[in-house]
């Protein structure tokens, strides 16, 4: 079992900029990927990023690319997203989810346990 509790959410401007973090417990020497999701009102939840636990594999979605910047602490057992330049569509709960095997990167399947996330909001 993996333990995830997400922090950072807010209200922030438009072209502000927002770190968020995720806090890992329990069986994290076997994670294998870590990522950030969203889910906007009314909408499904889609892929921000992810990072390898171990390898140094990163990716974006094309809507954040430039944007934002995940990054990890394996001695910390965290991830973090930095956000830049955020935009009303930015908007969402985000959420920190932990797959313990190769999977697909991009949908909500391919990860094992996910975090209750934390509230973006970002007001024009």
């Known amino acids: 079992q993996v333990q995830l509790v997400e922090s950072g959410g807010g209200l922030v401007q438009a072209g502000d900029s927002l770190t968020l973090s995720c806090a890992a417990s329990g069986r994290t020497f076997s994670i294998y990927r870590m990522a950030w999701f969203r889910q906007a009102p009314g909408k499904e939840r889609e892929f921000v990023a992810a990072i390898g636990w171990s390898a140094p594999s990163i990716y974006y979605a094309d809507s954040v690319k430039g944007r934002f910047t995940i990054s990890r602490d394996n001695a910390k057992n965290t991830v973090s997203l930095q956000m830049n330049s955020l935009k009303p569509e930015d908007t969402a709960v985000y959420y920190c989810?932990?797959?313990?095997?190769?999977?697909?990167?991009?949908?909500?399947?391919?990860?094992?346990?996910w975090g209750q996330g934390t509230r973006v909001t970002v007001s024009s």
């Open positions: 989810a932990a797959a313990y095997r190769r999977g697909t990167v991009v949908v909500t399947g391919g990860y094992d346990y």
